[in-house]
T-cell receptor, first 115, second 116 residues
Framework: AQSVTQLDSHVSVSEGTPVLLRCNYSSSYSPSLFWYVQHPNKGLQLLLKYTSAATLVKGINGFEAEFKKSETSFHLTKPSAHMSDAAEYFCVVSVFMDSNYQLIWGAGTKLIIKP | DSGVTQTPKHLITATGQRVTLRCSPRSGDLSVYWYQQSLDQGLQFLIQ???????AKGNILERFSAQQFPDLHSELNLSSLELGDSALYFC???????????????FGDGTRLSIL
């Protein structure tokens, strides 16, 4: 069965330091993968998506993610955290189920930025 | 701005009541998805409609129903409301339901439902 595991429920970093949000997936075939961000009291916004073209994917706001098939991982990184990055981040895999593509959502990781 | 519009933004009602949440998808998008987000359950997929027809069902209660109209807007109806139904309800849309697995969903800002 397909699944997504976000390894940390909370990550706390200082402003200006690197960010690493971890995501592992389970899929029986080459998946499509996404990262979404949700700021407090806001809807979900697409950060980036993996399209099987390039393993390193660049997204908005300086975030990027690397698809590693051998490790079944799709970790999200940013070189330098900004206070505005404080939000909840969701890793998502697209699966083909019941003649339809559906999204399987991770439980989310809350990113806390310390001044 | 995602292009997905949800109304109302906030809704306060009492147990046992019925409410309707409305969603207008992005222009050109044929699929509409409904999600419930609560503190204890996280983000839960409820149901998907594609071009007026139900395509996929998730953890949707029998007290809840949805439909998509010819103009592609969608409504989520919640009845016999209970305290536990208090949550953020999100609508998302995407161009198509099949073919391109790389199509992301675009989300509205949600409707916050509070049951007193």
């Amino acid at each position: 069965a397909q699944s997504v595991t976000q390894l940390d429920s909370h990550v706390s970093v200082s402003e200006g330091t690197p960010v690493l949000l971890r995501c592992n997936y389970s899929s029986s075939y080459s998946p499509s993968l996404f990262w979404y961000v949700q700021h407090p009291n806001k809807g979900l916004q697409l950060l980036l998506k993996y399209t099987s073209a390039a393993t390193l994917v660049k997204g908005i706001n300086g975030f990027e993610a690397e698809f590693k098939k051998s490790e079944t991982s799709f970790h999200l990184t940013k070189p330098s955290a900004h206070m505005s990055d404080a939000a909840e981040y969701f890793c998502v895999v697209s699966v083909f189920m019941d003649s339809n593509y559906q999204l399987i959502w991770g439980a989310g990781t809350k990113l806390i930025i310390k001044p | 701005d995602s292009g997905v519009t949800q109304t109302p933004k906030h809704l306060i009602t009492a147990t046992g009541q019925r409410v309707t949440l409305r969603c207008s998808p992005r222009s050109g998008d044929l699929s509409v998805y409904w999600y419930q987000q609560s503190l204890d359950q996280g983000l839960q997929f409820l149901i998907q409609y594609y071009n007026g027809e139900e395509r996929a069902k998730g953890n949707i209660l029998e007290r809840f129903s949805a439909q998509q109209f010819p103009d592609l807007h969608s409504e989520l109806n919640l009845s016999s409301l209970e305290l536990g139904d208090s949550a953020l309800y999100f609508c998302a849309s995407s161009p198509d339901s099949q073919g391109d697995s790389n199509q992301p969903q675009h989300f509205g800002d949600g409707t916050r439902l509070s049951i007193l």
